[in-house]
């Protein structure tokens, strides 16, 4: 099946900083999300980004699908963007089940 | 909308009962998902639902477990008996069309004593 792998496992930010979490997967894709799960152990969706760039807030993703690869920037971070962030792709070609990466482990000092 | 609906919130039992775990989707959303999370696994996926139609149930982990989907509004997870490797939170997801945008209930947090 397709792997997804995602990087940094765990960051650490100070109140304000900027920062690029990456999603890599291996094989052509239908469809991709990022998901923000919160310290209370809520699944919330960010994007829901195929291919291109979105922009919500603070928050943008860019997806580069001939590249196999999504971006998820975070800029001047708060304490509540504190959690885990999830990459999670349903490959193409029939199957529309999403494969979640290990997800990128955040915490923003205040 | 309500979103996706999930109960209980916490279910604690004791070793060999049986647990059922509910979900109601998304109005409109055709596809349902079961997924369970745990520190080891991550986030697996148990079941896939479209339709009502069990699709892909190759994560199911035994026997012990069992999902059915009777109507396009409700499914259920059942899990007996249940064993103390089971303790996990377990996610019910909708989306509206194959491949549509996947939407995650609060969860159940398990706990099998």
């Known amino acids: 099946g397709i792997q997804v792998e995602q990087s940094p496992p765990d960051l650490i930010l100070q109140e304000g900083a900027n920062s690029t979490l990456r999603c890599n997967f291996s094989?052509?894709?239908?469809?991709l999300q990022w998901f923000h799960q919160n310290p209370w152990g809520q699944l919330i969706n960010l994007f829901y980004?195929?291919?291109g760039t979105k922009q919500n807030g603070r928050l943008s993703a860019t997806t580069v699908a001939t590249e196999r690869y999504s971006l998820l920037y975070i800029s001047s971070s708060q304490t509540t963007d504190s959690g885990v962030y999830f990459c999670?792709?349903?490959?193409?070609?029939?199957?529309?089940?999403?494969?979640f990466g290990r997800g990128t482990s955040l915490i923003v000092h205040p | 909308d309500a979103g996706v609906i999930q109960s209980p919130r916490h279910e604690v039992t004791e070793m060999g009962q049986e647990v059922t775990l509910r979900c109601k989707p998304i109005?409109?959303?055709?596809?349902l998902f079961w997924y369970r999370q745990t520190m080891m696994r991550g986030l697996e996926l148990l079941i896939y639902?479209?339709?009502?139609?069990?699709?892909?149930d190759s994560g199911m982990p035994e026997d012990r477990f069992s999902a059915k989907m009777p109507n396009a509004s409700f499914s259920t997870l059942k899990i007996q008996p249940s064993e103390p490797r089971d303790s996990a939170v377990y996610f019910c997801?909708?989306?509206?069309?194959?491949?549509?945008?996947?939407?995650f209930g609060p969860g159940t947090r398990l706990t099998v004593l």
């Open positions: 997801a909708s989306t509206q069309g194959q491949g549509g945008e996947q939407f």
């Open positions: 094989d052509s894709v239908n469809n």
């Open positions: 980004i195929p291919s």
């Open positions: 999670a792709v349903a490959p193409s070609g029939g199957s529309y089940i999403p494969t």
């Open positions: 109005s409109g959303h055709n596809s």
């Open positions: 639902f479209n339709n009502n139609v069990p699709i892909d």
